[in-house]
């Protein structure tokens, strides 16, 4: 059965950091590219980042560049997405999602308000 995880969402100010984890059980995570998407209220799903399934290369919306950054640990069958100087716009709920699959877990609020 396979499980997706994700972790490490709350309330942080602007300006302040986060980083979410997801873990992965069920499938060959090593496998698989990782993605990470995040859904506004009221919003269409958007993808954010990814990173190849070694993790030799990562890529980014372009609103999240610099600011984000995508990682994974194979041995530990978890990837994790770093965020950094977050804004009140990057408040949403934030989803893994190995590719290719129709794998998806439930989420972890982000929540950026002073």
């Known amino acids: 059965q396979v499980q997706l995880v994700e972790s490490g969402g709350g309330l942080v100010q602007p300006g302040g950091s986060l980083r979410l984890s997801c873990a992965a059980s069920g499938f060959t995570f090593s496998s698989y590219a990782m993605t990470w998407y995040r859904q506004a209220p009221g919003k269409e799903r958007e993808l954010v980042a990814g990173?190849?399934?070694?993790?030799?290369?990562?890529d980014y919306a372009e609103h999240v560049k610099g600011r984000f950054t995508a990682s994974r640990d194979n041995a530990k069958n978890t990837a994790y997405l770093q965020m950094n100087n977050l804004q009140p716009e990057d408040t949403a709920v934030y989803l893994c999602?190995?590719?290719?699959?129709?794998?998806w877990g439930q989420g972890t609020q982000v929540t950026v308000s002073a």
């Open positions: 990173i190849t399934a070694g993790g030799g290369s990562t």
């Open positions: 999602h190995p590719r290719p699959t129709n794998f």
